[in-house]
């Protein structure tokens, strides 16, 4: 079974500030996913990455399949953007995800 | 286009009661997925639909059933409620494996089991 490790588990940022948040697991995967959850409970798909990077708007995200790790990147951080972050694997040809246990990210203006 | 749908929102349940959750997805997708999440844990997987007519259990099955009704619908049904399964339940759904596309969330239902 994969195990997915996220660090860190919280992380407080001024207004402004460029955001890393990190994941790591320990089997090779077939593409990774990072979640955004805001307070309220929705869950919003932010990227699945099989390699590379991808970026939307302020968001970028990267993965190292030898490394075994990805990054989440926020540049120019906004409150709007508190939220738990969680990250995803997805097994070759598997329909299940084994999930991290999020970050929860706060921005303070 | 209201993607995932999932009703309840909210629902009480005594011991040994049972409910089924209903979900259903505007976007013809094959795949769809039950998850639970509890503080403290990452998101579970109970069950899963590949596709239309197939199910198959994912991590945390016991004391649940699944229905793939058709395309559209996925039901999961608690048939005896225990309070260990108070807990968030959200309804998913992918056009194919999780590998190859997007998972679309619904918006939650909150369980409690007193």
């Known amino acids: 079974k994969n195990e997915v490790e996220q660090s860190p588990q919280n992380l407080t940022a001024q207004e402004g500030e460029f955001i890393t948040i990190n994941c790591s697991y320990s089997?090779?995967?077939?593409?990774l996913h990072w979640l955004q959850q805001h307070p309220g409970g929705g869950i919003v798909s932010l990227f699945m990455?099989?390699?590379g990077k991808k970026k939307h708007g302020r968001l970028i995200a990267t993965i190292n399949i030898q490394e075994k790790h990805s990054s989440l990147h926020i540049t120019a951080s906004h409150p709007r953007d508190s939220a738990v972050y969680i990250c995803?694997?997805?097994?070759?040809?598997?329909?299940?995800?084994?999930f991290g246990k999020g970050t929860k990210l706060s921005v303070i203006p | 286009n209201a993607g995932v749908t999932q009703t309840p929102k909210f629902q009480v349940l005594k011991t040994g009661q049972s409910m089924t959750l209903q979900c259903a997805q505007d976007m013809n997708h094959n795949s769809m997925y039950w998850y639970r999440q509890d503080p403290g844990m990452g998101l579970r997987l109970i069950y899963y639909?590949?596709?239309?007519?197939?199910?198959d259990k994912g991590e945390v099955p016991n004391g649940y059933n699944v229905s793939r009704l058709n395309k559209r619908e996925f039901s999961l049904r608690l048939e005896s409620a225990a309070p260990s399964q108070t807990s968030v339940y959200f309804c998913?759904?992918?056009?194919?494996?999780?590998?190859?596309?997007?998972?679309?969330f619904g918006p939650g239902t909150r369980l409690t089991v007193t």
């Open positions: 995803a694997v997805a097994g070759a040809g598997s329909y299940q995800l084994t």
């Open positions: 639909s590949a596709s239309e007519g197939t199910t």
């Open positions: 990455l099989s390699s």
């Open positions: 998913a759904s992918t056009y194919t494996g999780t590998g190859y596309g997007e998972q679309y």
């Open positions: 089997v090779g995967i077939s593409a």
